[in-house]
């Protein structure tokens, strides 16, 4: 990029300093406020609600990966996805596991 293109660039302004030219980005006035939404799902199991946060869902390897959050104590875990009549599920919880199925999580902010 030559000097006089930089200069004729409404997003840069250029100066002088010491003989040399120096860019400085103009900063934009305002900024734009990132979204994400995730994939959740609350789960009532023995006594209390669990809540499933989906970070990952690879179909190709039927792995999916989740955030549990159960009495306020945060963990990820990697399940093995089944199927039962078209239904896609994971099992979560023991003695007996509890089915999970990934149709009831619900987009949120």
């Given amino acids: 990029m030559t000097y006089k293109n930089l200069e004729e ?3 840069f302004r250029a100066g002088k300093e010491y003989g040399k030219f120096i860019a400085k980005q103009i ?3 305002h900024t734009k406020k990132r979204v994400f939404y995730m994939y959740e799902n609350k789960v009532f ?3 209390g ?3 499933f946060n989906i970070i990952e869902l690879d179909r190709d390897t039927e792995k999916i990966t989740v955030n549990i959050s159960n009495s306020g ?4 875990d990697t399940f093995e996805l089944k199927d039962l009549d078209g239904w ?3 099992e979560y919880g ?5 089915k ?5 999580f619900c987009e949120v902010a």
């Avoid at 104590?73 to 990820?76: E, F, G, N, S, V």
């Avoid at 023991?94 to 509890?98: I, K």
């Fill in 27 to 29: 900063t934009p006035t």
């Fill in 94 to 98: 023991r003695p007996v596991p509890e």
């Fill in 9 to 11: 660039n409404s997003a």
């Fill in 49 to 51: 609600y669990v809540t």
């Fill in 100 to 104: 999970i199925y990934i149709d009831d």
């Fill in 73 to 76: 104590h945060h963990t990820i």
């Fill in 88 to 90: 896609t599920y994971f």
């Fill in 45 to 47: 199991i023995n006594d």
